[in-house]
Each structure stands twice: as C-alpha cells, then as structure tokens.
C-alpha cells in the first residue's frame, strides 16, 4: 500500500481500512471537538464544562477520558501509511450499519425503557475520526455510507449514522448537541409500568413514540437518498417471499397486539410502547414460544420414566447474565419458573423457561437421552422451513438459515434433526458463542 499512486479507486475490507493509522494531530483535533460540543455521555460532559476547582480523582478521570477518546483509533502499524499521507478525498462504506455505535449514549438515555444504548464499538469511533478528517479537508462532504438496514435497534443508531456524513451544526439548529438532546427533542418519553424479566412491575420512563419528525424528516432526507425495490427493480432481483399460514393460537394473540398497538397510537395507554408489540409480534409470528417466553421439549413415550425423574432436578429459578433488549446490555436476572410435564401417552411435554434450555439439555445427558431423541411443537412458519429444507437436501444442496434470535439457534437443530435425515454433526450453528476461534476455523473448513 503506497501512499501516492495512480489509482482513482482503492477497494479494501472494513478490516484492512480500520488498520490505516490517524496522526496523533488529527486524532486530537477530533477529541478536542467532541469535547467542546459534549458529544460523550451527560455525566462526562459535566466534568468538562465543570470550570471549578476538582480534585486530583477527578481531573484523573478526566484525563483518561480525554485519552481514550483520542486512543480509541488505531495506532500506526508496521508499515503502513498515515491516512492523511495516502491522498484519499472520500470514503464509500458499505454496510455502514458496522459504524453506528460511534457515541456514547448519555445518563439520561441509558436509563429509558425501550430503546437500547449499545456501548460504543471502536472500529465506529475509528471511522467517525476517519470521517471527521475527510470533511474537514473537503468542506464537508466526500463521506458517504450504503447500507439496507439504517435503523435496527434503536433510533439512536440515526444520530449515530448522521454523525458521520452531517456537520455538528446541522444538529445545533434542532437544539442538538449530545446524543441526550437527541433524544429529547425527536423521542416522545413517558412513565411507563414495565415487567421485568423477573415478573416485576416497575414504574420507568420508556420512550413510547416519536415526536417533532418534521424536523428529523428534512435533515434525514437531506442527506439520505432511500432507494426502494421499485427504484433497483431492473438492477437486482428480490426473491419471492413465501407465506406461512398462522396458527389459530398465533391469530388470536395477534388481534390482541393489534388492540394494544392501536390503543397506544390512541394514546390510550402511557403504560405500553409501541416498540415492545411489534417485538411482540415478531416473536409470535415467528414461534409460540418465543412469545410466552417459554421452551417445549417433547419426548417420546419411551422416555416417560426418564423425563420425570430428570424434572425433578430441575431448578425452579436460574440466575444469569441476559441481554435487555431495551438497553443493549447484560444484566443479572433471576427467573422463577415451575418446569410443567405434561403426559399424553405416547408423547411427554416438558415446558420450561427459554433460559433454561441447558439445564435440560444437561439433565438429558445425565438420564442418558439423546438429544437428537427431542423435539419440539412445530408452528406454520418451522413447518414451511423443513418442507424447503427436505427439497433442497433430496437435491443435493447445502441451507444456510439466517435468524437474529439466538434462542432459536440450538432449537432449530434439535428440529431438523428429529424431522429430516440430517444428522447433529452435519449442522453447524455460527454465532458468537458456538463459533469462534478453533470451532470458528473447523466450519469454515467443512463448508
């Protein structure tokens, strides 16, 4: 990689960019900025607007704050060339999505209901340094980023992903100078009762809808240029979706989240978000289960005797670290649950909490029943999945199944097992936890 050439295009992975070093100089202009305009956390800022007198702890922790700002690009590695040295005018990302969580979420958002507050990531920091380099030299612009899911978890993430391509002052003119004022200029926050993943009723404030859009709209637009599948349909072909037929349970809980969602837009209730139906939704739609929270072995009859001695060492709570799908981050829970057993005769349900998937599976090994001896309720949605399976695999192809819900990953398993001539050993599930490092090579060798 040479620093001048004739290349008019230079194509690389995220990766590779990332490991570009930053001057120090330019590193500190970017840290010196985000602390003159507060862009960090509500309780930082104030110890940087603080002009009294602090003591040596807090001017300590001042100073780590500032330096892990400034660090938080790469360093200059081997041989490699400053990026203001390589005369790059523009950057073109794809799946910017990579770079959303550039700032940190402040006090008071961290703690609202309903919109999670990832931690930042510094391969994003890196890039916002980046980024913030390329309209300082081109009176900002030449930053542009291409992605089909701008928004997936928070409408944070829009700040974030605007923070890269639009000046600070483009925000100030809305009031907005910390990812706080973000929020509470563009997100309608109320008092909300939540349940815990515990069962417990609190009293919270939870963002419930939006508020100002005309505002967010023009900005967003400005600078967003939306392409739909009507706009690239000659370009690229979108394959057809198919539909699975709901259950009857799954139809009738719907038209209960229908009824909650229109009283929320109604603004009948300030005790619910929007938010947490349409997760609710996509739960149901996807598996019963998911929705009730809950998972459903079922054993063959051979195992009754089995199955009802191993429940009776199950736990009736477990104490874990879980994802808060409103905050993004982990916390210890402890979740009650009676283990429920069923027998139908041929047939022995055992319905337990989603969280206790490997206690079962671990008492299932101690009784000496194998796990590709389970399974579990089918829904439309499953169903339509193995009769697609079954056709591709007589032809002779390998799946690859896509699915954000890591609770499923194990579950889909022990499914296609039981139902399709496929063996344990010849599915391989990738996620953060199953494949990395040794194991992460091992798949990618076999596939």
Known sequence: ?????????????????????????????????????????????????????????????LLNLQSRFSDDGTKKKGELPYLEDMGFDSIITDESHFFKNSLEAGETSQGIAYMPTAPTAQIAVDMAMKSHYIRSMTGGCGVYGLTATPVTNSPLEIFNMLSLVVSPDEFERFGVRTVDDFVNVFADIQTIFKQ????????????????????????????????????????????????????????????????????????????DSIFSVIRDMDRLTTDVDMYHHTM???????????????????????????????????????????????DSGDTVTLVVHELMEEAVLM?????????????????????????????????????????????????????????????????????ADDAKGERLDKISKAY
């Open 1 to 61: 990689m040479c620093p001048q050439s004739n290349f008019s295009l230079v194509v690389m992975t995220k990766e590779k960019f990332a490991a570009i070093p930053l001057r120090p100089s330019t590193k500190k202009a970017y840290t010196d900025e985000m602390v003159s305009r507060h862009l960090m956390s509500a309780r930082n800022a104030n110890k940087v607007l603080d002009t009294g007198k602090r003591s040596y702890k807090e001017d300590k922790e």
């Open 296 to 342: 459903t072995f079922n054993f063959q009859g051979e195992y009754k005797e089995a199955v009802a001695n191993m429940v009776q060492g199950l736990p009736t709570s477990v104490k874990m670290n879980v994802t808060n799908e409103e905050t993004g981050k982990a916390e210890s829970q402890v979740v009650e649950f009676e283990p429920e057993l069923t």
């Open 196 to 271: 815990s993943v515990s069962g417990e009723i609190k009293q919270t404030l939870g963002i419930t809808g939006f508020k100002n859009l005309d505002g967010l709209r023009n900005l967003f637009h400005k600078y967003v240029s939306v392409k739909t599948v009507a706009d690239v349909d000659n370009e690229i072909h979108v394959p057809h979706a198919e539909e699975a037929e709901e259950s009857v349970e799954q139809a009738q809980i719907y038209a209960q989240l229908r009824k909650r969602a229109k009283s929320i837009v109604e603004n009948r209730s300030q005790d």
């Open 363 to 431: 008492a299932m090994k101690e009784a000496h029943i194998p796990e590709d001896r389970v399974s579990h309720p089918i829904t439309p949605k499953y169903a339509k999945m193995l009769e697609n399976l079954r056709k591709h695999l007589e032809a002779g192809g390998k799946q690859l199944i896509f699915t954000e819900e890591k609770s499923q990953h194990h579950k889909l398993k022990r499914i296609i097992v039981h139902h399709l001539p496929v063996s344990v050993e010849q599915i391989g599930i990738i996620n």
